[in-house]
Every structure is written in C-alpha cells, then in structure tokens.
C-alpha cells in the first residue's frame, strides 16, 4: 500500500493518541479525496474502531481547544489551529425503505467505509503508528478519481434508495469537480428519482446551491434534468425545456438559454444570488408563451410575471425569503430594461430610471443582462455588448454629472385614509409642503402618469392603488390560452402592473428633479433605494376617522365605519401585492405617527423634527 507523508502536525498527535488509546484511526472522505486534487481543506474527518468521543476529548485536552460532543450521533468535532477535526467511531448503516434515517451499529473500518456515498470518497488514511499514511482503499476510488468518475462503492440502487440524498450529492460532485457519473451509477440514479420525494427541501436546497455555485453549473442542471431529478425538485425551471415549432416559426429552448446564461454568469461571479437571478430570469416564459402568426412566438409579460414567481420559488425550494429573494426579484424584473435602452437611442430619462429602478444592484443588472446574449451570430453579440458599453458609459457619466443617488429628500408618506376621504393625511402633507415650499403629488400623479404613456387618464383612476389579479389568477390566464388564442384575458391581468409601471417611472422622475411630498401609490417601495427619501406612515384612531368620514360624507356611522374599513383592506392588498411588504407594519417604515396623539400641525412638526435627524438637515 502507497503511504502519503501526512505534514498536519495535528495527525501525529492523533496517531499517539490513538495508540495509547489502544484504537485504530482512520482519517476518512473529502479530507483525502480534495488531497489527491490538490484542493484545500480544513475539514478533518476522523473515523475510530472504538469510541470517536474519547479520542476528541484526548486531543482537546492536548491542545486546550474546546471540544463539542453530540453524544446521540456518537460524534465530537474539535476546533484547533485553523482545522476543524470531526471524530466519529466507525458504524454499519441499515435503512427502512421510507426513511433516509438509518438505524446504525459499532462496526469495522470496511463496514464504514462500505457505507459511504462514493468510491472517491471511501478512501482512508491510517493515523496510527505503525501503518501511519497508509492509503485503504479497497473500492479503487483512486483509479476513478483519475479517471473522473462518479461511482457508488456498493450496488448503486442499495445506495441510492437508502439515502436518496446521494443522489443529488452525485450531481453535485460531477458539476463541482467536471466528472462523469460512471453509467451504472447514472441509471440507478434514473430507476430511483422518485425516491428524492422524502429528503427534505433543505436538504435538497443545500446542494442545489453547491451546483448554481459550481464551475460550470449548466453541467450539473443538465444532469438534474437527465435524471429525472429537476421535474421532481423544480418543476418550473423542467417546463423551459423543449422547443414548439409552427410554420417558419420557432422559440428557442430556454432550458438551453437559461443554462448559457447561468454558466456566462459564472465566469464573470461568483455570487450565488446573482446566479440565482440568471437561474430564474426567464422562468415565466412557458406561462407567457403565445404564438402571433405575423411574428412567431412571443413571451410578453413574462419579466413581470417572473418577478412575482419568485417568492412562492423561493419558499418551495427553502432559499431565503429576506433582502436576497427581493434582489433577484428585482433583477427578474428589470432584465430586459438595458436590453431595450441598447436596442433605442439612449436617452439621459431613459439611463436615470434604470439607475433609479436599479439602485445599488445596477452593476449586477448589467452583468445578467450581457450574459442573457446568447446568440449564435456573432455580430449580434458584439452590436448588442458594444450598446451595452455605451449604456455604462451613460450610466457614469450621469452619475457623475447629476449625483443621482444624492438628491434632495422626497418625503413619502404611505396613507391609511382611504383616497375619499384625504384628512388627516393629505393635511400633515399639505402643512409640510407649505412650510418647506415644496409640491405634494396625490392624484396629480394620474395626470402626469396619463400624458407620460399617453394613456386616457381614465385608465390610471379607474386602477388608481388597486392591486392586479395575482400571480396564481395570471398563471391561470396564461394556462387556459398558451398560444393566443385569446389572449384579452391575458393583457388584462397584466394592465394594472403595467399601469403602477407607469406611475412609478413618474414617481422615480420627479423625485430625481426635485425635493416633494408622495401621498400613497407605494411611494415608499419604489423610491426604496433612494438614500435621502423619509417613508412616513401616518394614522388616526379609528373614531376619528370615522368621524372625519361622517364630517366629509354626511353618511351615518356604521356606513363610515364600512367606508373605513373597505378602504383599509383595498389598500393593505395594493401595497403587499406590489411592495411584497406589510402595510402598516412598523419595521415596513421609517417612521409611524397617529395624528390623534398629536394633532395635524404638532404631527407635521414631528414628522419635520425627525426628516431633519434623519438625513442630517436643518429645515
């Protein structure tokens, strides 16, 4: 047997331990696989022929380290000197077939070493004296770790139906380290897919993430997909692939183009919500698909849709629902906006939305957007990478010339009066637009947003702060007509997001021209990347504003009341349905004020006093 020259001072002191201990140690798994690859490790799993526990304890004396003890797994893990070594006593497994927890025993070395998920990662070292640095590898997985194989050490369908886990680890292995799955292996894989359906989503995401995060990850959601595994864990990103052809006309597959775009981003990052973002951005186009026999296929909307896909994806699949899921929704969202400004003359208005609609993400936008050019002409890619340049110049210059990100404060306040009955909101608006001599934009706002589009003004009120029909309703829409047949029904749950598209692009202007007050509409959310914009969110005991009701309306107090609480639930749905925030929650806000404390002027000084503090100002 070969001997490796062991140099981690750490392992002789194991190996007299071990001996004086009177038990076999082993160092075992990715330790010595990642050696032979030369990629490092400080990660050490030891395996004992006896008591793991005892050994660890033994060294954490020794190197006064602190030792941790997980006495129902019959493990220890010592931390010491930039290592981490992990002391198991060698087990045999046996399985139950609805479970991937195994009922484990005391065994041998081989008994251990047959339990392990692959060749490559059965191999072991000796620690103890007499045979220290002796290679045991009684699977070959040397010769496959030459040969860059993936294979299991025993029967592969053993294997995989006992931990079916180990089969999206084979996947992971093959795309972080560019190895083939030995064929057999692969097979089983295929035969046992369904089995993944008891590991949990955890489980599963943990090494989801390894592969989006691997070299080449195209390499590893080709192998999900061959298998049988991706239709199983995400079914969403299964339904890209394919190609439908009518006439002349044809789409790309997008499962192909999504895993360019993927791998494009990972040459340039190695972030994995960036990566994420490229996984996803075009995830909503087999809902969108519809086929116009003038221009072939098309998948209009599906950036919108897209974006409201990926919270309900992300809970499924148990990636984080926090500041990560919101960044690669916005980029799902605003991926196609660089490749439309490269295709136009690019207009100052047009480069300082999308710095606004962007924010601090910009440099990631633009990263996903020259990756999602795939195209197989080459002087396509070049004219579209050579506009994209010119977009960045843009970008530069403008920020350099403007300081976009630094204007004076627009001060939003989130309303919850409903938009009959203004007081006392509009009023604190109106005393703070008047004492700092700026403009407040309530339903001004549908004015300008009707001339921007070009829109009969009519369209904005009728939809004024309503939310759209959802994205399960969309789904619906699109599934019942997936090649245009009737595509009305289509457009019309997508008109109100387009309409609030507008209306924010107008929010977005004017806050970059000038300091003002925002009534409602999610000001809030769509200036949420503006660093001196102040989010306010101002109430009123419910008796006075069922009174204020009664005062404007004339109406009776159970009527008001009604009034008062139909509007309270119009517009906490507008508000989660866009901002994917809670109205009315306090963390939602910079600041909360009940005028019924105060009263409307000593409000509106508040309001004032902390604006002040808060972007370091005198007013």
Not at 370 to 377: C, F, N, P, Y
Not at 446 to 455: D, I, N, R, V
Request: overall charge neutral; hydrophobic content about 40%.
């Amino acid at each position: 047997s070969s001997r490796v020259p062991l140099s981690n001072p750490i392992f002789r002191r194991i190996s007299r331990l071990a001996d004086e201990q009177g038990v076999q140690a082993f160092v075992v798994g990715g330790y010595v696989r990642d050696h032979y690859l030369r990629r490092p490790s400080t990660d050490i799993d030891v395996v004992v022929v006896g008591s793991g526990i005892a050994l660890a304890e033994a060294l954490a004396r020794e190197l006064k380290a602190k030792v941790s003890v997980f006495k129902t797994f019959g493990t220890a893990m010592v931390r010491a000197r930039n290592v981490e070594v992990e002391f198991v006593g060698a087990r045999r497994e046996s399985y139950t077939r609805d479970s991937r927890k195994p009922e484990v025993e005391p065994g041998t070395l081989a008994d251990d070493q047959r339990r392990r998920d692959f060749t490559i990662n059965a191999m072991a070292w000796s620690l103890n004296g007499a045979t220290f640095g002796e290679l045991v590898d009684p699977f070959d997985g040397m010769s496959d770790l030459e040969e860059c194989i993936i294979r299991t050490p025993c029967d592969p369908d053993i294997t995989f139906s006992d931990d079916p886990l180990r089969m999206m680890r084979a996947v992971r292995f093959a795309s972080q380290l560019g190895f083939q799955i030995e064929e057999e292996t692969f097979e089983a894989i295929r035969r046992n897919a369904e089995r993944i359906r008891i590991v949990s989503r955890e489980r599963i995401v943990t090494e989801l993430n390894k592969i989006v995060l691997s070299p080449v990850p195209s390499m590893g959601f080709e192998l999900l997909e061959l298998t049988g595994l991706l239709e199983r864990i995400f079914p969403e990103m299964h339904n890209l692939k394919g190609v439908e052809k009518r006439g002349r006309h044809a789409h790309k597959d997008n499962f192909l183009h999504t895993l360019k775009v993927v791998d494009n981003v990972a040459r340039r990052s190695g972030d994995l919500w960036l990566r994420w973002a490229a996984v996803l951005h075009d995830i909503a186009k087999p809902l969108t698909k519809a086929y116009d026999p003038r221009v072939g296929w098309t998948f209009h909307g599906h950036e919108v849709l897209g974006s409201k896909m990926v919270p309900a994806i992300f809970r499924q699949l148990k990636l984080p629902l926090n500041e990560h899921m919101k960044f690669v929704q916005k980029l799902v969202f605003l991926h196609l906006r660089p490749i439309i400004l490269s295709e136009d003359l690019v207009t100052d208005s047009a480069v300082r939305r999308l710095l606004f609609e962007a924010g601090d993400d910009v440099e990631a936008l633009m990263t996903l957007c020259e990756a999602d050019i795939t195209s197989g002409i080459d002087a396509k890619v070049k004219r579209y990478l050579s506009n994209f340049e010119l977009v960045r110049r843009k970008m530069k210059d403008l920020e350099e010339r403007d300081r976009i990100r630094n204007f004076q404060p627009p001060i939003t306040g989130e309303i919850i009066m409903q938009t009959y009955c203004l007081p006392p909101c509009r009023a604190v608006g109106e005393i703070i637009s008047r004492r700092l001599g700026i403009r407040l934009y309530d339903k001004e706002l549908l004015t300008l947003a009707a001339k921007q589009s070009g829109l009969c003004p009519a369209c904005f009120e009728k939809v004024d702060e309503k939310q759209g029909r959802g994205v399960f309703a969309t789904m619906i829409a699109y599934l019942r007509s997936p090649f245009g047949a009737d595509m009305s029904s289509v457009n019309n749950v997508l008109s109100n997001d387009a309409l609030f598209k507008v209306q924010s692009d107008v929010i977005r202007d004017l806050a970059s021209r000038e300091s003002c007050i925002f009534v409602g509409r999610c000001a809030d959310y769509i200036l949420r990347d503006h660093p001196r914009a102040v989010n306010v969110f101002i109430t009123a005991d419910d008796d006075d504003r069922v009174r204020r009701i009664r005062t404007r309306t004339g109406c009776t107090e159970e009527e008001a009341r009604t009034m008062m609480e139909r509007g309270d639930a119009s517009r906490a749905d507008y508000y989660n349905y866009y901002s994917l925030r809670t109205w009315g929650a306090a963390a939602t806000y910079h600041l909360c004020v009940n005028t019924s404390a105060l009263g409307d002027e000593a409000t509106a000084d508040f309001i004032l006093q902390f604006a002040a503090r808060k972007l370091k100002m005198t007013f």
